[in-house]
């Protein structure tokens, strides 16, 4: 059982009336009792209707884990640790669509602060939770559109190549909170991209209409820029093909490998407090 995820009860509101839950023995309970148990893997299910997820992949959940464990995204973790975690105070940090966790993991290693981290897919979760050996994280199924969590209980909100629901994120977020947004830059697996550009569709990726989406709801954030290049084997190389939907229609064969040897992780981090 999550000690963590016990201590996080009063956060969350129950699906179905909203109103605040208190933890039992496994279980969130409402006023109401409508009840929801806690997972042995560590976790909480708080969709009503869970689909089971078509698109899921255990092969690519390993791909990306194998891949982010290997240190190519460090350098975007270590600006929004370097952006968003504070010093003096204990914060509240949800990661939103959290997918394979590793940056709720690893932000709940950091410091003494909450992590909570939520995705639709129930099989990415329970996953996700069985990576987190110590049970570090507070890790529930929820909709990003109907957020199961109390008016103003986060901090900040961690949205980290994630679809984003802006009015959901401003009624969760604290007065004084913070909303920081990792999006993919145009440099991003540019190497991939230059190899496979006869076959892709979109032959010049932009994150444009995403930041403006971003600025219209907090017009004024700041924007970093942050990127890498890694020596990368033609086995790497071929795990991000997988990893990225960019390349989910590339015929892999069709490359010429032999003049790829490095990859770059490339990526647009932007930040804005929230204020009433
Ligand atoms: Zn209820």
């Known amino acids: 059982m999550s000690e963590k995820l016990h201590a996080t009860a009063t956060l969350f509101i129950c699906p179905i009336c909203q109103e605040t839950f208190s933890a039992?023995?496994?279980?969130?309970?409402?006023?109401?009792?409508?009840?929801?148990?806690?997972?042995?893997?560590?976790?909480?299910?708080?969709?009503?209707?869970?689909?089971?997820?078509?698109?899921?992949?255990?092969?690519?959940?390993?791909?990306?884990?194998?891949?982010?464990?290997?240190?190519?995204?460090d350098h975007i973790l270590e600006a929004v640790a370097q952006l968003g975690l504070s010093e003096t105070k204990n914060q509240v940090?949800?990661?939103?669509?959290?997918?394979?966790?590793?940056?709720?993991?690893?932000?709940?290693?950091m410091d003494k602060n909450?992590?909570?981290?939520?995705?639709?897919?129930?099989?990415?979760?329970?996953?996700?939770?069985?990576?987190?050996?110590?049970?570090?994280?507070?890790?529930?199924?929820?909709?990003l559109a109907k957020l199961p969590l109390a008016d103003h209980s986060v901090d900040?909100?961690?949205?980290?190549?994630?679809?984003?629901n802006y009015q959901e994120f401003k009624?969760?977020?604290?007065?004084?909170?913070?909303?920081?947004?990792v999006v993919t830059a145009s440099q991003h697996v540019t190497e991939l991209r230059q190899a496979a550009l006869e076959q892709l569709q979109t032959k010049n990726y932009s994150n444009a209409k995403i930041i403006s989406h971003f600025s219209q709801a907090f017009p004024h954030y700041r924007s970093n820029h942050v990127s890498q290049s890694f020596p990368?084997?033609?086995?790497?190389?071929?795990?991000?093909?997988?990893?990225?939907?960019?390349?989910?229609?590339?015929?892999?064969?069709?490359?010429?490998?032999?003049?790829?040897?490095?990859?770059?992780?490339?990526?647009?981090?932007?930040?804005a407090d929230y204020h009433d």
Request: aromatic fraction near 10%; charged fraction near 30%.
């Open 24 to 73: 039992q023995e496994k279980r969130f309970v409402c006023p109401q009792e409508h009840s929801f148990d806690m997972a042995k893997q560590g976790y909480i299910n708080l969709l009503r209707n869970a689909k089971k997820d078509k698109h899921y992949d255990k092969r690519s959940f390993e791909e990306r884990h194998q891949i982010l464990e290997s240190g190519f995204y």
């Open 93 to 109: 940090i949800l990661d939103v669509a959290c997918g394979e966790g590793y940056y709720a993991r690893q932000l709940a290693q």
């Open 114 to 143: 909450t992590v909570l981290a939520f995705d639709l897919s129930k099989d990415s979760i329970t996953l996700a939770a069985k990576k987190d050996k110590d049970k570090d994280v507070a890790w529930f199924v929820g909709d």
């Open 156 to 164: 900040l909100i961690l949205d980290i190549f994630s679809p984003a």
């Open 171 to 181: 009624r969760v977020l604290k007065p004084g909170g913070k909303i920081i947004k």
């Open 232 to 271: 990368a084997t033609i086995d790497i190389l071929k795990s991000f093909a997988q990893m990225t939907p960019l390349f989910f229609h590339v015929n892999l064969e069709k490359i010429d490998w032999k003049n790829i040897d490095q990859i770059t992780i490339a990526a647009d981090i932007l930040v």
